[in-house]
């Protein structure tokens, strides 16, 4: 018992500073999350963690709360996934109301152009580390080589994550079958409408966190609640905070009914993440071993590495566009390669520098 609870611990102090410290977007979360339990913490194996990952791409919902669930599920089992993804969302979810409090009170959204611009080169120097060591991993052969490579090149051409993805398990599913059975035998807003549209937002958001402005658009849009200025900012608030974009949740909620509207439009957009978790990991570990589905896995992985390479590609314009942004990139390569400095310590302080700058 004693045991167990130390383990629980561990994990809401390891998913509670990521929360408060995991800037840049669902990629650098799921990186940290590498960093922090299978590089340092030894909670499991890179090819469990990318299976993890893989399934958790292949549910709805925030995807990097997910991990979060499942990664405390397998440090402490049942109320680990509770207080692993709870950690995780809480620090971000009560910033994001501070500053919609702010918002609503004044009118505008505290600058966030500095955190901005010193938050994207880290996150590309975190992300492209993590992908480097997800590829050792998930590309194993020609097939998966494949695979990764069509997915990052057709993810650079417009083609949706989701669609890759789900590609990609078919011809896993498809090529396991064919090998098992053989060629000849293939064949105003009231709180309960609010919750409601949150968490039908929450149940069907596949793909990254940044595809939320995009659903908040189609659901809140016609019924008049917010204006796209209002959803921009949300999503911008969510970008500059640590922890999940889908924070964002958070921020229209309190603008659309004060800190009732906050609590539950976050319960309404994170609550399926932890349901679905709770329902597919138990199923994932017992089953991840067999044939069909550990092909199946491997071909998602690998697609799961070229998206997240196209990530990287398209973040190197926007993280590397000036001087101070490409030093930036460069110190954090150092700190990150030569000097073996955590990405969260990179992250805080590439924030820090681009605050800093801003101000003078």
Sequence with gaps: ?????????????????????????????????????VRRRGWLDRQRFLDLLAATNLIPGPNSTEMA???????????????GGIAFVLPSAAIVTALAWAYVRFGHVPAAAGFLDGIRPAVLVVVTDAVARFGRDAVRGLATAAVAVAAAALALAGVS?????????????????ARRVGPRRLHAVPLLELALVFLKIGATLFGSGYVLIAYLRAELGPRGWLTDTQLLDAVALGQITPGPVSTAATFAGYVLAGPPGAVVATIGIFLPGFVLVAATGPLLERWRRRPALRETLDMVNAA????????????VPAATGGPFEAALAAAAGLAVWALGVPGTAVMAAAAGAGLVRSVL
């Design 1 to 37: 018992m004693a045991r167990r609870s130390q383990r629980l611990v561990e994990v809401l102090l390891v998913f509670g500073r990521l929360g408060l410290t995991a800037f840049g977007g669902p990629a650098a979360h799921v990186a940290l999350q590498e960093e922090e339990c």
């Design 69 to 83: 669930c499942h990664l405390g599920w397998v440090r402490a089992g049942w109320p680990g996934l509770v207080a």
């Design 161 to 177: 994550e989701v669609l890759l993805l789900f590609a990609a398990a078919a011809l896993g599913l498809a090529a396991a079958f």
């Design 304 to 315: 799961v590495v070229g998206v997240i390479v196209a990530v990287v590609l398209r973040l």
